[in-house]
């Protein structure tokens, strides 16, 4: 079955710079989306085609792609931030959707 | 405000059966492909499957870790989703969610999601 592969973790201190990567073979040809997810709650969507911030979602959050990786960047983390974060896409048919493996985000 | 409300989680012992259901507001149901995703306790979103509209002839397709076990539907008459869940096994233990696509490819709108815990 089809993958997308991030980190487990990431951790970095309040007000630094939390870069989270996730890899997948048909990402130079097909978007991907972000999720944010805390705790006993649903997941949100902080980016979409690659690096579009929907409404409501902080300008610290953005989106980047280079290949078959595309990374989350969240400038000036604060504590709010610290979650679990989700790539999502699709195979190369677009038929199956896929999630990434998932990365925790600590704020030190 | 659109609104979709999971129902009929609970503790099934393995090889046995559980219906859930997607109850949605707010936009129109029968236009509306629905998506199941789920989430093993302390891991990673797992998507499950969809079913598209009347339209497409409600067609379902599903992640290989559930084929041939789980079946989807839909009533439109009741703007509500089902997800079949048959010969359950321990693995098929998790949250599950049912979201609404948006067309250009991510969730527009998710459930609270509902826990399924499948034991002896």
């Known amino acids: 079955s089809y993958e997308l592969t991030q980190p487990p973790s990431v951790s970095v201190s309040p007000g630094q710079t939390a870069r989270i990567t996730c890899s997948g073979d048909?990402?130079?040809?097909?978007?991907v989306y972000w999720y944010q997810q805390k705790p006993g709650q649903a997941p949100v969507l902080v980016i979409y085609?690659?690096?579009e911030r929907p409404s409501g979602i902080p300008k610290r959050f953005s989106g980047s792609s280079s290949g078959t990786t595309v990374t989350l960047t969240i400038s000036g983390v604060q504590a709010e931030d610290e979650a679990d974060y989700y790539c999502?896409?699709?195979?190369?048919?677009?038929?199956?959707?896929?999630f990434g493996t998932g990365t925790k985000l600590t704020v030190l | 405000e659109v609104q979709l409300v999971e129902s009929g989680g609970g503790l099934v012992q393995p090889g046995g059966s559980l219906k859930l259901s997607c109850a949605t507001s707010?936009?129109?149901?029968?236009?509306?492909?629905i998506h199941w995703v789920r989430q093993p306790p302390g891991k990673g979103l797992e998507w499950v499957g969809r079913i598209r509209t009347k339209a497409d002839n409600d067609a379902a397709i599903y992640s290989a870790s559930v084929t041939d076990r789980f079946i989807m539907s839909r009533d439109d008459s009741k703007n509500t989703a089902y997800l079949q869940m048959n010969s359950l096994k321990t693995e098929d233990t998790a949250v599950y969610y049912c979201?609404?696509?948006?067309?250009?490819?991510?969730?527009?709108?998710w459930g609270q999601g509902t826990l399924v815990t499948v034991s002896s």
């Open positions: 707010g936009f129109t149901f029968s236009d509306s492909t």
């Open positions: 999502q896409s699709a195979d190369s048919s677009t038929t199956y959707w896929v």
């Open positions: 979201a609404r696509p948006h067309s250009s490819g991510y969730y527009d709108n």
């Open positions: 085609k690659d690096n």
């Open positions: 048909t990402l130079s040809n097909l978007y």
